[in-house]
């Protein structure tokens, strides 16, 4: 996931340092990154897979309520107070995996994890948390409310067709790839493999290669694609450079010095598809790989 941590006081600043130095993310505090807090959410709502707020919850309701569309869509919420004793999933707790993401952040913080999605509190499984950790999209939600209060009944739930029928719609992942000239298609094989392993996901799911186009003469890169029998497409730096201005990208210095832009992987995934990343920017020997969920099948 790729999430934002939004932060109000100084005290804010030091917890969301201390959430980035143990899981990663992308802080905002208040007087360096913004000002206008509504602004920045309305600017980032669409544009990261969880936003965590530390503030007061009744702040976090009030900006994020304009910008609500569905629980299968909308990002992860998450709200700890301003003395880190509390994390509170709020939104796309299944989904969205807010509620994961809260007992990750729970325990890097030894706070108290606030979670009130029914089958959580019950001690059971729901389908729609499943089928996020599989990347498959559940649909209609209609369909997820019945099956899930079914088990919250006690009820027996089968695959088989019933009264209910659940679409799990298969995602794949398009792989938005940096790395220094020369690498081998062994070693971007390899952190590619490493990547998709990461997020328990076989390798066969990467069906579209992305990069940036001062890469489209490297022999790695193209020798990968040939073998793994996939197109890579190759963007110019001034594509790149929007999706790292509009998704608030993080930027590298020595990927500007050597490239002309700061943020290949990320940047590149984005330029063919907006789905969520299942793997943000990580990096590997001498490359570099994000992992975003896809509707393309070929």
């Not at 007061?56 to 569905?70: E, L, Q, Y």
Request: aromatic share 6%; net charge positive.
């Amino acid at each position: 996931m790729r999430t934002a941590i939004i932060s109000l006081t100084k005290n804010g600043a030091k917890i969301a340092a201390k959430i980035v130095t143990k899981m990663g993310g992308q802080t905002f505090a208040k007087g360096k990154e913004f000002e206008n807090l509504p602004k920045l959410v309305e600017e980032i709502f669409t544009k990261f897979d969880g936003l965590i707020f530390i503030c007061a919850t009744g702040i976090a309701v009030r900006m994020i309520a304009p910008h609500i569309v569905s629980k299968l869509s909308d990002p992860a919420v998450i709200v700890v107070d301003d003395r880190g004793n509390n994390v509170i999933s709020l939104l796309s707790g299944h989904v969205g995996r807010a509620n994961e993401l809260t007992i990750e952040i729970a325990k890097i913080l030894e706070a108290n994890p606030v979670i009130t999605t029914a089958t959580d509190v019950c001690g059971k499984f729901s389908v729609d948390s499943i089928t996020s950790k599989l990347g498959l999209v559940p649909q209609p939600k209609e369909a997820i409310k019945a099956i899930n209060a079914a088990i919250l009944r006690g009820e027996n739930v089968f695959v088989t067709a019933g009264d209910v029928q659940l679409n799990l719609i298969p995602q794949n992942l398009v792989a938005g790839i940096g790395c220094r000239r020369g690498v081998t298609s062994l070693k971007i094989f390899e952190a590619l493999q490493r990547a998709c392993a990461m997020i328990h996901q076989p390798i066969e799911r990467v069906k579209l290669l992305a990069s940036v186009d001062t890469k489209s003469d490297e022999q790695g890169l193209l020798a990968l694609a040939e073998v793994m029998g996939l197109e890579v497409k190759f963007f110019p730096v001034k594509d790149l450079q929007k999706k790292i201005d509009e998704y608030k990208l993080a930027e590298s210095k020595f990927v500007m010095r050597s490239v002309g832009v700061g943020n290949v992987c990320e940047a590149a995934a984005l330029c063919c598809d907006t789905g969520k990343f299942a793997l943000p920017k990580t990096t590997f020997q001498g490359v570099t790989v994000a992992l975003l969920w896809s509707n393309i099948n070929s």
